[in-house]
């Protein structure tokens, strides 16, 4: 079964500190792995996209890893806000012609504090 | 604008009634999704639809039922029959070509009383 698991289930740090946030997955065949930020009470909204090929990719302080042999991702953030307090989702896409419907994992809830 | 729209935001209900939500897009995407978000969860997929006139059961399908008569719109109806309702719900669509992108909703928090 497509599994999806995030580290850690919540995390708190201060205004301007940087963290990790880490993601395995069981998805096969793999296609693509999505990191999104859900806003209390919003929809969540995508972050950035990696497919298998590639091993970072950056959207400003987010910077994502991608390990496609040991099958992890890490989402890292730069120098924290007040606004990155947030939820954090893992998502996993099967390739086309498999059941291609994403595994989202459980998130990871970040709380920046002044 | 190009988007997708929940509707509406905050639902009440009486124990035992039904209730529709509604969800509609202009993405011209294939694919819509549900999804049940309870506090401290992650999302978990009720049902998905690929095509019109189609759809499939995701993990947590019983006690709610969808249609999806036109590709803009995929109504999801929460029945008497599921046992715990109130929770967020949350509509997506995408494509369904290599590395598209699900566009969420701005979500539903229904609240059974």
């Known amino acids: 079964k497509n599994q999806v698991e995030q580290s850690p289930q919540s995390l708190i740090i201060l205004e301007g500190k940087n963290c990790t946030l880490q993601?395995?997955?069981?998805?096969?065949?793999?296609?693509?792995l999505r990191w999104y930020k859900q806003d209390t009470g919003r929809g969540p909204v995508s972050l950035t996209i990696?497919?298998?090929?590639?091993n970072t990719k950056s959207n400003g302080r987010y910077t994502a890893t991608l390990d496609a042999d040991t099958k992890q991702s890490s989402l890292h953030i730069t120098a924290s806000q007040l606004s990155d307090s947030a939820s954090y989702i893992c998502v996993v896409s099967a390739q086309p012609g498999g059941s291609y419907i994403p595994t989202f994992g459980r998130g990871t809830s970040l709380i920046v504090h002044p | 604008d190009g988007g997708i729209t929940q509707s509406p935001k905050y639902l009440f209900r009486k124990e035992g009634q039904n209730v529709t939500l509604s969800c509609e897009q202009n993405l011209n995407h294939d694919a819509m999704y549900w999804y049940r978000q309870d506090p401290g969860q992650g999302l978990r997929l009720i049902y998905y639809?690929?095509?019109?006139?189609?759809?499939q059961k995701g993990d947590i399908a019983e006690g709610y039922s969808v249609s999806r008569e036109k590709k803009e719109s995929f109504p999801l109806t929460v029945t008497s029959a599921q046992k715990n309702p109130t929770a967020f719900y949350l509509c997506?669509?995408?494509?369904?070509?290599?590395?598209?992108?699900?566009?969420f909703g701005q979500g539903t928090r229904l609240t059974v009383v």
């Open positions: 990696m497919t298998f090929s590639e």
């Open positions: 993601c395995n997955y069981t998805v096969s065949p793999f296609s693509n």
């Open positions: 639809s690929q095509i019109v006139n189609d759809f």
């Open positions: 997506a669509s995408s494509g369904i070509q290599r590395n598209t992108e699900a566009f």
